[in-house]
Antibody, heavy 114, light 112 residues
Framework: QVQLQQSGAELVKPGTSVKLSCKAS????????MNWIKQTTGQGLEWIGI????????SYNVKFKGKATLTVDKSSSTAFMQLSSLTPEDSAVYYC???????WGQGTLVTVSS | DVVLTQTPPTLSATIGQSVSISCRSS???????????LHWLLQRPGQSPQLLIYLVSRLESGVPNRFSGSGSGTDFTLKISGVEAEDLGVYYC?????????FGGGTKLELK
């Protein structure tokens, strides 16, 4: 069955970067674009961007351009999202979800605090 | 960006009651290819969202048929025909017609 295993919770300092991972199994990794979504209590669910694992092509929500960078490693069927210049407003749960949201990872909690 | 407005924000129901959630879009969600990319998700407490309905009215595999979706253009509805305890949580609509994809604000279904 389809599984998406995301990396563990992160506590990071303002101004630094963090790289989250999402390891996919149970389907052909390159057959579905991978979405990344941010969830906060205040802003709800926000779509960050999408990556084509086959080509590496990306498309970002303008709001997250310069904040998020999406990459993949096809050899390990893993998608990555790097978040840079972190501020407390980046504190959230981040999900990966391939295709049309039929499957979701368990989420990674990122806390930005000094 | 497309704004999805869900109503009501909170819904109180008894077990067995039928309920409906509305999702209204600021733009038509009919894509030039003829599809309407409006989907419904349920997020149970402490869990990741799960897909219930895709393309307005298509039931995701494994989802009980008490869930149904309808609508077109800018107005969409999710109906639960006979709420069960496992249905409690927050329901979201999401659109994938116009980039960036956007989500509704959510409707929390709770027990009366």
């Amino acid at each position: 069955q389809v599984q998406l295993q995301q990396s563990g919770a992160e506590l990071v300092k303002p101004g630094t970067s963090v790289k989250l991972s999402c390891k996919a199994s149970g389907y052909t990794f390159t057959s579905n674009h991978m979405n990344w979504i941010k969830q906060t209590t205040g802003q709800g669910l926000e779509w960050i961007g999408i990556i084509n694992p086959g080509s590496g092509g990306t498309s970002y929500n303008v709001k997250f351009k310069g904040k998020a960078t999406l990459t993949v490693d096809k050899s390990s069927s893993t998608a990555f999202m790097q978040l840079s210049s972190l501020t407390p407003e980046d504190s959230a749960v981040y999900y990966c979800a391939p295709g049309a949201f039929a499957y979701w990872g368990q989420g990674t909690l990122v806390t930005v605090s000094s | 960006d497309v704004v999805l407005t869900q109503t009501p924000p909170t819904l109180s129901a008894t077990i067995g009651q039928s309920v409906s959630i509305s999702c209204r879009s600021s733009q038509s969600l009919l894509h030039s290819n003829g599809n309407t990319y409006l989907h419904w998700l349920l997020q149970r407490p402490g869990q990741s969202p799960q897909l219930l309905i895709y393309l307005v009215s298509r039931l995701e595999s494994g989802v009980p048929n008490r869930f149904s979706g309808s609508g077109s253009g800018t107005d969409f509805t999710l109906k639960i025909s006979g709420v069960e305890a496992e249905d409690l949580g927050v329901y979201y609509c999401v659109q994938g017609t116009h980039a960036p994809w956007t989500f509704g604000g959510g409707t929390k279904l709770e027990l009366k």
